[in-house]
DNA sequence: CGGGATCCGGGGCGATACTG
DNA sequence: CAGTATCGCCCCGGATCCCG
């Protein structure tokens, strides 16, 4: 369950469809990075799980549109949350990621040169 | 980054350690499935990210407790969100899963039996 | 355009055994 | 009590090919 709602992706594309509803295609081009699996099996995932639905419009070319449902739009708060705050401190993880290695917190051995100053 | 924060057992390692300060056997025995190997990587990633503090008791036997930071605690709200939609909408999600079993949503195959009747 | 099927490598993750 | 090191399975996830 967590780890349904709570992975990458999952948050990516639904904080993306937070505006309305979206293409398929559309979605790739916003979501960098998301191969063409990842995002089908997510949209598979949510529409299974109630948390968007999937239209497909019986034109030429096909056309296919993504959108939260009210369910899903009741988890936006939470994602973009998660987004929100991993946007906003971000830099800050990155600096005391980079702190640690100095220190050498969180690493299993201090290895040759760490103990030697 | 999102992979981190929104991973499963960060999730519930920072929630557990809402509370306050616990040690790593109270963890582990509040976080009902976690692995010792798991429950110590999450722990080293929160400690490194400065979302949680370590303090090393010189004891015997020996005792070592986990605080979440500022940081951590600031993070707080966005994974009790999710903690918490989480738990509120289980169920709702389990009665949509199982819904879309009948319908065949979300299926790739609609495989023999499923479009007879 | 939207998406299904398959192949394949990397590594996440769970036991287990051991240490200090 | 609080970890560490190792092994092995499994599945994630990207690349590719193909179809309606």
Redesign the pocket.
Known sequence: MLDRIG???TVLVVSTLSAGAL???DLQASIA??????L?QT??HLERDGLIT?T?YPEV????EYELTDLGRSLLGAVTAMAGWAAAHHSEIARNRAASELTGVGR??PSAGASAG
Not at 33 to 38: A, L
């Open positions: 992975d990458k992706w293409r398929y295609s990075g998301i191969s063409q699996r990842m089908t949209l598979k999937r497909a070319p096909p056309r296919v299993g051995k």
